[in-house]
């Protein structure tokens, strides 16, 4: 039997991925695949160590279909390892072949062992039901320390004790913090005049005197945009030498 | 009831976790082992033959005074206090594989349930049932995971040898008969199994 005739056979199943609701994270009716496989087994009444496969790889696939199970990697996880096992099962073997291991054996083992554990559960809920219908002396935290009552206060002690308490605040130590805006503005204003009366001009032309700081970035700051708009060249002959402010005359249309 | 088994029903109430018998024994300088076993033996007596609404109970290595069963109904009708929630299956399940393998790995237990388990071990060990044991000598040295005294607790519990053995399962890995071609093989694993 080739793939295509494998796929072609009537109830080949289909998993549409990404049909369906969206992802499933809490499954209340099944918890996992193999609790999935054990209900089907049950429902048809089929021993675990037989399994027919084929059937029950198409009933599985149905029900994750139905369950709307699809994206859930672990019942995909199943679905993938039930479709080669109907594959295994169906490619042909000679009769009393030796050494013909059952492709199944490995499922009817982990069924098996799941099988127990699922009835260990039912074993320790109940357990923990039993233990549950008993309760143990109730247990209180211990209560955080209260100041003990009856706290009783005059406004004088109330007003003593906040003096006390603002005493012995440290005075703060304060930094005023003065707004120094540059003003790039007049600055820009400052340069195109003297750049109306002549050709060039030296930077400390253009700052003036008893320049701030404020005042130095902020003449700094209007070279450079004016500059950047094409309104002056800045120059430098040598290096070091102070800086030259020059009028950007029109430029040749060569 | 001696003077001994009055302490110790005195230091039992005042509990809210139970006390093993070698934490009961430093209640008293004089009192040897066996002395509080027989008072505990004392005070178990005194409340079943004198038909108290509270009983001493053996769990997880120690013994707490609880209430009986017969009044948790009436008991929690009066909203005096809340039976612990019902644990899930994935939780149950899970606690089961690791109750019977510890110390055992997260893999392990994903393959035996056929889920991933990563979820249900973090709140498990949020809730002190399980604790890490240990670390595996295989690749990654994965943590081995084990149950606690809590877990004891929580099921009442006094050991996990109280935990019922794989021969006294009903669905224990008995021979299934072998019907049809291909089954032999399975049938064979099965017997040996069991």
Known sequence: ?254 | MNPLAQLLEAALFSACRPITAEELATLDPDASAAGVRVALEQLREHYDFNQHGVELVEMAGGYQILTRPVYAAAIERAQFTVRTPKLTAATLETLAVIAYRQPVGRLEIEEIRGVSAGGVLRSLQERSLIEVVGRSEALGRPLLYGTTALFLELLGLRDLIDLPKAEELTIALRPHRATSEGSDDAAVYVEAES
Do not use: C
């Open chain 1, 1 to 254: 039997m080739t793939v295509t005739e494998f796929l072609a056979l009537p109830e080949a199943p289909t998993i549409a991925l990404g049909a369906g609701p969206g992802f499933v994270v809490e499954l209340e009716a099944f918890s996992g695949p193999l609790d999935l496989l054990l209900h089907l087994l049950r429902e048809e009444q089929l021993e675990i160590a037989d399994i027919p496969i084929a059937r029950i790889a198409d009933q599985f696939l149905r029900a994750v279909h139905e369950l709307g199970l699809n994206q859930a990697a672990d019942y995909l996880d199943m679905a993938s390892r039930l479709v080669r096992l109907k594959a295994q099962m169906l490619l042909p073997r000679k009769v009393d072949e030796d050494g013909w291991e059952d492709p199944r054996a490995e499922l009817v083992r982990r069924l098996l062992e799941y099988q127990q554990i699922r009835e260990v559960a039912v074993w320790l809920g109940r357990a923990a039901e039993r233990r549950a219908e008993q309760f143990a002396r109730g247990y209180l935290p211990p209560a955080p320390a209260l100041p003990p009552p009856p706290l009783t206060l005059s406004l004088i002690d109330l007003l003593s004790a906040i003096d006390r308490v603002i005493v012995g605040i440290p005075s703060p130590v304060l930094h005023k913090v003065v707004a120094r805006p540059l003003d790039v503005e007049s600055a820009t204003r400052r340069i195109e005049d003297l750049l109306a009366g002549q050709e060039q001009i030296r930077w400390f032309d253009a700052l003036g005197s008893g320049a701030t700081i404020a005042d130095v970035l902020s003449t700094l700051l209007a070279l450079l945009e004016l500059a950047r708009r094409g309104s002056l060249r800045l120059l430098q002959p040598t290096p070091f030498s102070p800086m030259l402010i020059a009028r950007e005359s029109p430029r040749p249309t060569a």
